[in-house]
Each structure stands twice: as C-alpha cells, then as structure tokens.
C-alpha cells in the first residue's frame, strides 16, 4: 500500500511554483562490478523545485533495474507524474519503492537536510575490486593507503570456487583492526552461502550481505540460523512492510542496509531506523550507486540517524558512489579525506556553466 505525507503537503505544496526534472548520464572512472550487471555509467534523475519566494532545492534519484523493481525509464515517467499532480496541488499517494519519487521527494527535503551537523568526518567503507593489473593484496593495500579500515569485497561474481579462494586469501592479509563486508547481491545460491560463510572468521568479517535472492525471507531464517557470522538484508529492503519481514515470525538477519535513495523520503528513513533499533537489528546506511548529491544528503543524515545509538546507526558509511564517477554536477559537496568523507557547504550546481552536462542531458521536463 501507498502512504500519504499529509504534513508535507500542508509544508510545502502551496508554495511550489515550478518544478525542473533533468536526466542525465554519469560515465563512471572504471567499472562498477555486481553479481547482475556490469555498471558503466549511472543513469539520473535530478529533480528542481522552485518555490514562491525564490528558494530553489535539489533532489536525485539513480535507479537500478535488478537493485530494485525499478528501471530508469520507470522511474523518469513516474517523477513526471508526481510533478505534475504536485504542481495541481493534488493529493500524491506514493509507491513503496522510493526509486519511484525518491528525486522530488528529497527535493521537498532538502533545506533540512542544509541544516543538519557538518563538522564530523564520517568514516567510509572501501571497495576492494581487483582489475587484470591489480590483484586481491595490492587492491586491499591500495585501500589501506587512503585510510580505510572497513572493506567491502563482492561475490557471486567470478565463480564459486574463486570466491572461496579470495574470501580464504583476504581474512589472511587483514589486520585485526580490521573488518570486512561480504557482498553477493542476490547472486548464490544457499548452498553456496552456507559454505562461504562456513569459510568466515566472526572476528573479520563484520556482514555477509544479501547472499540470496530478494524473497528468500525463509531460506534466510534458516541461513541465519545455522551460522555463526552475521548477515544482513539490502536488496529485499524496501519500505516498511519489507523490514517488518525480516523480524517477524523470527529474524532472518541481524543486518539491515537503507539508503535515502531506496527508502525514499528522509521521514520514512527515521522510521526504519527507529523500527531497526526497537527490534535489535543493526544497520549500514548509504548508496554505492549514487551520484553527489544523493551521497550528500545521506553523510549529512548520518549525523542525525546516530540518535538511533551506536548499535544501531554508528557503522562505516557506504555512500561511495561519488567516487565512482568521472564527473558531476555536484561535485563541490562533498570531499574524501583518509578513509572518510566530509560534507562542505551547500552550493546550487549551474547546469548551464557545465558544459559536459550539455552532452549528458537526456531530456528536460519543466513543469510551469
């Protein structure tokens, strides 16, 4: 079922005067590699609204078609939807998957967002993807240069057998300082899982993430009985009925990851968060596939999500994707410093300044 922001409207709604949706495409530096698609470039959404009194706030959505039900196309024409029943002054009953309006919904947002704590560096998870040049040690030891101490690896990728072999290789070369996240979005099987986890040291590896596809709640409960290690649930993670499945009747996770992108809205973020902490999951929040600006808003609702406590909220950020881009619009808000990020002050992109923007542009959608 859909769910009505009613306070939003009563907010926001009379004072929106135009609203600008923008697809662009973003050429990654190299290669994004997951167990379903070979990621070259992000395709997205950033949505403009301007308001009665000449405020301007962003927002952006990056779909991922396997990552969610939602494709980019999907989504463009659902925020072209919403648009224009917002600009009505309509009443708007929303999708459970945020991907669906997550651009315009954070727009709405955005100021709060401007407003939260910007002092704290946040610590940041590193990706450890070898290439034909650079193997599994030099990859890790590349990492640890900049100053990570929280890997993610991916599975489900090369093969089993290979798997097991880096999985084996990599709790060797860790520090005991250090942990790691095991991520197979969706792409084993349980036996596969069992065994892999069968391999892992509980002392190293901090998660093994979505080992199985995205409605295998029972498979999971059995999983998460069996092993020792934790595991935790993304892709099956949408909306709240989603998380409620993981509790109930019994846990099939100990771990939940959200993301602003996936989740949405910022208010149903803080209820997750809030549903996680009563119920004693933990959770990674932040979005590897995301530009700029989506990671922006995450780091700066980092610091307020830490309400939640320690077990719950205080884990390496996963809001990396802005380090896989070649380039954005966005790319003042934020900066990597040794293994963490910091958020700078707010600055509005000028699309027209930018002149690879022009090339990227898709189509533009103003709503008068």
């Known amino acids: 079922m859909g769910w009505v922001q009613k306070e939003l409207w009563r907010q ?3 004072s929106i005067e135009k609203i600008s949706l923008i697809a662009v495409r973003l050429p990654l530096s190299s290669p994004y590699e997951l167990s379903f698609i070979t990621v070259k470039e992000l395709k997205t959404i950033y949505a403009k609204i301007t308001f009665s009194n000449g ?7 990056t779909p991922l078609y396997g990552y969610s039900d939602i494709d980019f196309i999907t989504a463009w024409n659902e925020h072209i939807r919403l648009a224009e029943l917002l600009m009505r002054k309509g009443g708007v009953v929303l999708n459970k998957d945020g991907f669906n309006h997550c651009a315009l919904w954070t727009a709405l947002h955005s100021n709060s967002c401007k407003k939260l704590d910007m002092d704290k560096a946040i610590p940041m998870v590193g990706l450890l993807q070898e290439t034909v040049n650079n193997g599994l040690l030099n990859t ?14 991916k599975v489900g990728v090369l093969g089993f057998e ?19 996240r095991i991520d197979a979005n969706q792409g084993l099987t349980p036996l596969e899982a069992r065994n892999l986890a069968e391999i892992c040291d509980k002392s190293l590896v901090e998660v093994f993430e979505q080992p199985l596809s995205i409605d295998s ?6 999983l998460s009985k069996e092993s020792d290690i934790d595991f935790m649930l993304d892709e099956s993670i949408i909306g709240m009925d989603s998380l409620q499945k993981a509790v109930y009747p019994y846990p099939s996770c100990n771990w ?6 996936k989740q949405g809205s910022i208010e149903l973020t803080h209820q997750m968060f809030k ?3 009563d119920h004693s999951l933990r959770v990674i929040f932040g979005n590897g596939v995301s530009g700029y600006l989506g990671n922006y808003q995450e780091a700066l609702l980092w610091h307020e999500l830490q309400k939640y406590g320690e077990k719950t909220a205080n884990n390496a950020i996963e809001s990396n994707g802005f380090l896989k881009v070649e380039a954005d619009p966005f790319s003042n808000l934020l ?11 707010w600055r509005d992109p000028d699309f027209s300044d930018c002149e690879i923007i022009k090339e990227w542009k898709v189509d533009k959608h103003l709503i008068n």
């Open 140 to 153: 890790l030891n590349a990492q640890r240069d900049k100053g990570y101490s929280c890997f993610k690896v």
């Open 162 to 180: 290979q798997d097991k072999k880096r999985l084996i290789q990599l709790q060797k070369f860790l520090f005991s300082h250090e942990k790691i």
């Open 256 to 261: 939940v990851k959200l993301k602003l992108m």
């Open 12 to 14: 926001s709604l009379k």
């Open 55 to 61: 405020a301007t706030s962003w927002g952006e959505c």
């Open 335 to 345: 900066t990597f410093d040794s293994g963490t990020v910091i958020c700078n002050e």
């Open 275 to 277: 549903f996680a902490r």
């Open 217 to 222: 709640w029972n498979e999971m409960r059995k």
